[in-house]
T-cell receptor, first 110, second 113 residues
Framework: DVKVTQSSRYLVKRTGEKVFLECVQDMDHENMFWYRQDPGLGLRLIYFSYDVKMKEKGDIPEGYSVSREKKERFSLILESASTNQTSMYLC?????????FGEGSWLTVV | GNSVTQMEGPVTLSEEAFLTINCTYTATGYPSLFWYVQYPGEGLQLLLKATKADDKGSNKGFEATYRKETTSFHLEKGSVQVSDSAVYFCALSGWSSASKIIFGSGTRLSIRP
């Protein structure tokens, strides 16, 4: 089975902190994605990567950056967390034209 | 660009009722179509998919048929159960291996015993 693992399920961070959300997939997928999910807004794409060291902005990249140093790992970085970044963050990878999701990371910024 | 429009929720049904959640899409080329399900507190799981016109995806009693003529991929189930209560997302993927997956806004389904 494909496994997409997000390192933290629940985090509470302070405004202005730098936050790292880590995601690892074990199926040698080339494409990886970060989404955020908010009530009434569905899933919105933040960034995606189609190869190591490659990245492309999604629909809402402002306030975020990403890192893909190894094929299996895709990190989302909040340079200076703000309260409007309180959300659930979902990592995903694609293989065979199907997208596989991690369990999600619930981030609260206070 | 590509887009997905799905039926707004919430949808509330009684157990054993017939379910339809509508999904239509706009896309160039030949996209693949998906339904994902999200149970409370969890990530999204693939429910079913179809990769070409007239294909029918099915899983756990759910079905959806890829209709190119009406650009639709409606989700159906003949007899829903309380355990089907979840949020359902329609999605499409373009033909390129580097294509983004585009999701609909999600439909919350609640089933009454």
């Amino acid at each position: 089975d494909v496994k997409v693992t997000q390192s933290s399920r629940y985090l509470v961070k302070r405004t202005g902190e730098k936050v790292f959300l880590e995601c690892v997939q074990d199926m040698d997928h080339e494409n990886m994605f970060w989404y955020r999910q908010d009530p009434g807004l569905g899933l919105r794409l933040i960034y995606f990567s189609y190869d190591v060291k490659m990245k492309e902005k999604g629909d809402i990249p402002e306030g975020y950056s990403v890192s893909r140093e190894k094929k299996e790992r895709f990190s989302l970085i909040l340079e200076s967390a703000s309260t409007n970044q309180t959300s659930m963050y979902l990592c995903a990878s694609t293989g065979g034209n199907t997208i596989y999701f991690g369990e999600g990371s619930w981030l609260t910024v206070v | 660009g590509n887009s997905v429009t799905q039926m707004e929720g919430p949808v509330t049904l009684s157990e054993e009722a017939f379910l339809t959640i509508n999904c239509t899409y706009t896309a160039t080329g030949y996209p693949s179509l998906f339904w994902y399900v999200q149970y409370p507190g969890e990530g999204l799981q693939l429910l079913l998919k179809a990769t070409k016109a007239d294909d029918k995806g099915s899983n756990k009693g759910f079905e959806a048929t890829y209709r190119k003529e009406t650009t639709s991929f409606h989700l159906e189930k003949g007899s829903v159960q309380v355990s089907d209560s979840a949020v359902y997302f329609c999605a499409l993927s373009g033909w390129s291996s580097a294509s983004k997956i585009i999701f609909g806004s999600g439909t919350r389904l609640s089933i009454r015993p």
